[in-house]
């Protein structure tokens, strides 16, 4: 069995599209699990549709809105599934995505994730372009693994995971990248695999820092300053809690020399 976590909040616009792509599956034996994040929209609307529909859909509404990726982690707590996927409420999946990339993990006992074909929509490009994006860590050892998924967007924490492997790393809480240190705890404990030809369909709206943290946690106010050093400390507790402290330093220095890298693009935007 396959758990598809759903977390959504006012998502309304493309949560049917959403859903339709994950139903359409040629994987069948799924439980969709849907975190409803105190939406004020036509989500509750929709889910009831859909729950009349099709058994295999668990509909939550959470009385008080959550961060958004405690809304993330809810859904992941409720899997009861072998393998699990996080799907977002405006992102779409080829109808083979599901089947082929857990075949991959069933005969790769190495890989942690496994990940498709990544294409990039937006309101003025619904087909999406083809991105060329290298996550793979196969074959290389916990050290190369952590520090390649350091420095590599998080696009594929959308791939198909070992539940179990995904559940021990602690989620520690930061508003500035949250999903990298799940990705670097991940890294030490096996590989990304990468499986060519099943698509996955991010749909991506340019946001600002502070239009970040709005959408994460709520928060009219954002320190950049503040946010690096919670990232630099969940990288820590994420990486020492599947690997010890030594795991965790490494991790956490790991972001540290990533946004020392990036520091003098950031100013010269600032400056400009």
């Not at 809810?74 to 899997?79: E, H, N, R, S």
């Not at 990468?194 to 099943?198: L, Q, R, S």
């Not at 709520?218 to 954002?222: D, G, L, N, Q, T």
């Given at each position: 069995?396959v758990?598809?976590?759903?977390p959504?909040?006012n ?13 359409g599956q040629?994987?069948h034996?799924?439980?969709?699990v849907?975190s409803?994040?105190?939406?004020d929209?036509?989500t509750?609307?929709?889910m009831a ?13 959470q ?6 990726f405690?809304n993330?982690r ?6 009861k599934?072998?393998?699990?996927l996080?799907?977002a ?14 075949a991959?993990l ?36 916990w050290?190369?693994r952590?520090k ?7 696009f594929?924490?959308y ?14 809480g930061n508003?500035w990248?949250p999903?990298l240190?799940?990705m670097?705890?991940?890294?030490f404990?096996g590989?990304?695999k ?5 698509r996955?369909?991010?749909y991506?709206i ?8 709005q959408?994460?946690d ?5 320190s950049?300053?503040?946010g690096?050093?919670?990232l630099?400390?969940?990288?820590y507790i994420?990486?020492?809690g599947v690997?010890g402290?030594?795991?965790g330093?490494?991790g956490?220095?790991l972001?540290?020399?990533?946004q ?6 950031f ?6």
């Open positions: 069995m758990t598809v976590g759903i959504v909040r998502g309304g616009t493309f949560l049917a599209h959403a859903l339709d792509s994950i139903l040629s994987y034996n799924l439980e969709i849907v409803d994040n105190g939406s929209d036509q509750a609307e929709i549709q859909y729950c009349a529909r099709d058994r295999r859909i668990a509909y939550i509404r009385m008080e809105p959550i961060k958004a405690d993330f809810f859904v992941l707590d409720q899997a599934g072998d393998y699990f996080w799907a409420h405006d992102d779409l999946h080829g109808p083979d995505y599901v089947e082929r990339l857990v991959a069933e005969v790769d006992s190495e890989a942690v994730l496994t990940f498709g074909d990544l294409l990039i929509t937006s309101p003025s490009n619904q087909q999406g372009t083809l991105r060329e994006y290298d996550f793979s860590t196969e074959g290389l050892d050290s190369e952590m390649k998924a350091a420095f590599t967007q998080c594929h924490i791939g198909v995971w070992r539940t179990s492997s995904l559940k021990r790393i602690p989620f520690a508003a990248w999903d240190p799940v670097i705890g991940a890294a404990m590989s990304f990468y499986v060519a030809g099943p996955f369909y991010y991506e340019p946001k600002s820092n502070l239009q970040r943290v959408y994460q709520y928060s009219a106010r954002f950049l300053v503040a690096v050093f919670g630099i400390r969940a990288s994420s990486a020492a690997g402290v030594f795991a330093l490494y956490a220095w972001v540290i020399s990533k020392a890298r990036d520091l003098p693009g100013l010269a935007r600032r400056l400009r």
